[in-house]
Nanobody, 120 residues
Framework: VQLQASGGGLVQSGGSLRLSCTAS????????MAWYRQAPGKQRELVAA???????DFADSVKGRFAISRDNVKNTVALQMNSLKSEDTAVYYC???????????????WGRGTQVTVSS
């Protein structure tokens, strides 16, 4: 099972970026797909999460600016980031809590990080 993320880059303050992540491989089911981020010198933190039923959760710092969406058929999750601020600068990681075949127990998988840099 692999998580492949894309979409990071450099953007000016107030701009927008969209991150995408696709889970591939032998997957029985995906429970939650999420985005985390880690800024230099800080701990990794949850940015946004989407469960299989459509429920979402956001960090307080991004509420009203970021949106998360997922496609349960294509096993993808996207993070639309608007009104970006310099404090959003971090490495963003895709995460999935999923059940790989032939197992019946879920595990967490991480994609490689993608750098998001917001210049002021």
């Amino acid at each position: 099972v692999q998580l492949q993320a894309s979409g990071g880059g450099l953007v000016q303050s107030g701009g927008s970026l969209r991150l995408s992540c696709t889970a591939s491989g032998p997957i029985r089911a995906i429970n939650t797909m999420a985005w985390y981020r880690q800024a230099p010198g800080k701990q990794r933190e949850l940015v946004a999460a989407a469960n299989r039923g459509g429920g979402t959760d956001f960090a307080d710092s991004v509420k009203g600016r970021f949106a998360i969406s997922r496609d349960n058929v294509k096993n993808t999750v996207a993070l639309q980031m608007n009104s970006l601020k310099s404090e959003d600068t971090a490495v963003y990681y895709c995460n999935a809590d999923l059940i790989p075949l032939p197992d019946y127990v879920s595990r967490k998988y991480w994609g490689r990080g993608t750098q998001v840099t917001v210049s002021s």
